[in-house]
Structure formats: structure tokens, C-alpha cells
């Protein structure tokens, strides 16, 4: 039986350290003290048992993490936070219980008249009071405390209001805890984005090579003299071109999608002078009657993932025109104190109010009659690169009809 007892124990002490590690509270070396996520954290909980001590007239106050070998204050009033052995620790003694302990006076206390924090070995307490500090979940990490050289007899009122504050100590831990979770989050969706940008290269590098040794193969076999115009062999070529082709543009917007979004080169540039680099990769010239029109402005931003936005929503603009009016297509930027919105808008065939959150997802295409060829990642690509500037990307309609997106840059 006192076996079962003492594995339950250390199973339970086990599951509590686990629990500390995921708050970020038990430190990486034994005696230092775990930090805080930020300034204003580490300040938020000064504040708090500042505020303690005051409510309970007493001179001290600290934020107790209680580890399975060690006490550690993480914040402290009165004295300086240090570390000690668990031993030694008064919170450890009645903590985990989860109640509330008040002692008037620790040296007539049997719990604590041996205790080195009383005796004057390392102080001498009399008067204490310690609140677990108990998730929701019903984690203990550990107390808030307050105490006092002499003895004292706090009201019912302050004690309840030094309980408020313990769990203000609580939801703090909480936030930072969510803050530790969001950056892993973060860290592992930016190794699996590496990792995909690096298989999606090889894939695309694999398949491209014998893709282009087919389509090559086609076209000898299209000039082929014994091959006439018109034949079923020529027919069945033509469809193996077209496919391999389109095969060969999605690779390309693959490989584009999962490049976009990584770490950013910011560097200052024209908004003209890139338009038309990326209207002239697509075979279009800016004014006239390509009816392609941009205004000038500075941008400070990703060139290259700015030049791959802007072909992907000039693309768009081409494959979306309206059958019964000259295509036209606006670019502007307006920047402000904040950033720079970059839109491109178009008087084209438009996107329904309800297809334009779906528009924007990865390998969606609206499928209506007349579009041209797509693989459904340019809108998505765009969205991507929006991110990664700090900013978002949005779908609106041109007024008299027609599609605008408008990105936001952060500065």
C-alpha cells in the first residue's frame, strides 16, 4: 500500500512538472529563475504583489513557483526574489491542498515553528498567509504569499481580496502560457512551410524534367510531315500539348505558393517600374490598348514577392475580363502612417459577395463559363504575401462593376 502511495505521489509531481514546463515556468538550469515573456508581464505581476502587501498592511509579498525540488519567486515586494530548496519552502508545506492558509503568528505554528524562514536562519517570519495559485484545470503552480516580521490579524475582507488578486496572478500565468503555445505554434508552422517549400521545389524540379521532355517530344511529332493536320494523331497531340502545358503552369504556381510568405528582403522600390516588369512577364505592355493603367508610388516591402502579387492579380484581371467591354485595369497605392494599400482594380466579371472569402483559399476555382485557365492558387499565393507583410488582403467590387483587391502593407 505505501508503495502505491509514494508512486502516486511522484506520478502526480511528474504530471505537475510537465504542467510547469508548458506554463514556461520551470527553468532551464537549476537556480535560475524563469522568464517572464516580456517587460510588461514582469511589471503586470510587480504591480500585483505590490498590491498584495499593501491590501494586507504588511511589508512583504512574493510569487511563489513551487518546482519539485525548488521554490522560485517570480515576482517579489519587499524583498529580493531568490530561489531555494522546497525544503525550506513555506508554500511548499500547504500549497497543494488549494486552499487558503493564514497564520497569524509561524512561530507557534507546528508546520513552521522549524521552518529556517522563521527560526531567523533565513528570516524571521511571523505573520503569514499564502494563496495557491490553481488553473482552471486544477494545476497548482504554486502561491502568492505575503508575510510579515510581526505577528498580524488581517480581516476576513483582506484575505478574500488577496484571493481576487491571486487569480489576477493566475490569468496572467494563463497569458503567458497561451503566448509560449502560439509561439511554438508559430515556430513549427514555419519549419512545415520550409519543409513544404523544399519538397514542393524538388517535386516541381522532378516532374518538370520529364514534363519537358514530353512536351518536347510533342512538338517534333506535331512538325512531324507524316503526321497531317487535321487526324486523329494530331488531335490526340494537340490534347497532350494543352494538358502538358497546363500541368506545367500549375508546378509553376505550386512552387510559386509555397516559395511566398517566408522571411522578407524589404527594400524600396517604384510601384510603376514593377508593374511593368510583371505585366510584361504576361506579355503586356502598360497603357494603350493593353487598357493596363498605374500610378506611381514608393513601396518599402518584399520586391520579388510583391512582383509575384502583382502578375498573379494582373493575371487574374486577364482571365476574368468581361466579353462585353474593353478590359481595363487600375493600379494604385495610397500609404498613410501605419502602411500602404496596394489595389488593383478591374472592370471585369466580378466575384460574388459570397464567393469571395472561398476565392481566396488554396486550389479554389469558381468554375463559371468563359473563365480562362487557373490552378487556383493566385489568389491564395496574394493572400500569403499579405501575411507575411504584416498585412491582408481584401475582395471588393469595382464600382460599375468588376473586381478589386486591395492589399495592406504594413510599414
Not at 508546378?251 to 524600396?268: A, C, H, N, T, W
Not at 500609404?335 to 466579371?349: I, L, R, W
Amino acid at each position: 500500500m505505501n508503495g502505491a502511495v509514494t508512486y502516486s505521489h511522484e506520478a502526480a509531481e511528474s504530471d505537475r512538472t510537465t504542467g510547469l514546463r508548458e506554463y514556461g515556468l520551470v527553468p532551464a538550469e537549476a537556480g535560475e529563475a524563469p522568464s517572464l515573456p516580456d517587460a510588461e508581464a514582469a511589471k503586470a505581476l510587480d504591480n500585483l504583489v505590490q498590491l498584495a502587501a499593501r491590501l494586507c498592511a504588511v511589508p512583504y509579498s512574493v510569487v511563489n513557483v513551487i518546482t519539485e525540488g525548488q521554490q522560485i519567486q517570480i515576482a517579489a515586494f519587499g524583498v529580493d526574489a531568490r530561489v531555494c530548496s522546497r525544503e525550506d519552502s513555506m508554500c511548499a508545506q500547504v500549497f497543494l491542498p488549494g486552499t487558503t492558509t493564514v497564520v497569524q503568528d509561524a512561530s507557534q505554528d507546528p508546520r513552521f515553528a522549524g521552518n529556517p524562514f522563521v527560526t531567523g536562519e533565513i528570516a524571521k517570519v511571523r505573520f503569514y498567509a499564502s494563496v495557491p495559485l490553481q488553473t482552471a484545470s486544477g494545476l497548482v503552480l504554486g502561491s502568492l504569499c505575503v508575510f510579515s516580521d510581526n505577528a498580524v490579524s488581517p480581516q476576513a475582507e483582506q484575505i478574500a481580496m488577496l484571493e481576487v488578486l491571486a487569480q489576477q496572478v493566475v490569468e496572467l500565468l494563463e497569458l503567458q502560457h497561451r503566448t509560449l503555445q502560439l509561439n511554438d505554434a508559430l515556430a513549427e508552422l514555419r519549419r512545415s512551410n520550409t519543409a513544404l517549400g523544399d519538397f514542393a521545389g524538388r517535386v516541381s524540379h522532378d516532374l518538370r524534367i520529364p514534363l519537358t521532355t514530353i512536351l518536347g517530344y510533342v512538338e517534333l511529332a506535331e512538325d512531324d510531315p507524316d503526321i497531317s493536320q487535321g487526324s486523329a494523331a494530331a488531335e490526340y497531340l494537340s490534347r497532350i500539348a494543352g494538358s502538358g502545358r497546363r500541368m506545367q503552369a500549375t508546378l509553376e504556381d505550386v512552387l510559386d505558393y509555397s516559395k511566398v510568405g517566408g522571411q522578407l528582403s524589404r527594400e524600396r522600390f517604384s510601384l510603376l517600374a514593377l508593374t511593368a516588369e510583371a505585366a510584361g512577364d504576361l506579355g503586356q505592355a502598360l497603357g494603350g490598348a493593353s487598357g493596363i493603367h498605374c500610378d506611381d508610388a514608393e513601396l518599402v516591402a518584399d520586391r520579388a514577392q510583391i512582383r509575384t502579387l502583382l502578375q498573379n492579380l494582373i493575371a487574374n484581371s486577364l482571365n476574368y475580363r468581361s466579353t462585353e467591354h474593353a478590359l481595363h485595369i487600375s493600379i494604385s497605392a495610397v500609404t498613410g502612417e501605419t502602411g500602404t494599400a496596394v489595389s488593383v482594380a478591374d472592370n471585369g466579371k466580378g466575384i460574388e459577395a459570397a464567393d469571395r472569402q472561398r476565392a481566396m483559399e488554396p486550389l479554389v476555382r469558381l468554375q463559371r463559363a468563359g473563365d480562362g485557365p487557373g490552378s487556383g492558387l493566385g489568389l491564395a499565393t496574394c493572400r500569403r504575401i499579405a501575411k507575411a507583410h504584416g498585412g491582408e488582403l481584401r475582395i471588393s467590387e469595382t464600382p460599375g462593376g468588376g473586381t478589386t483587391v486591395s492589399v495592406w502593407i504594413a510599414a
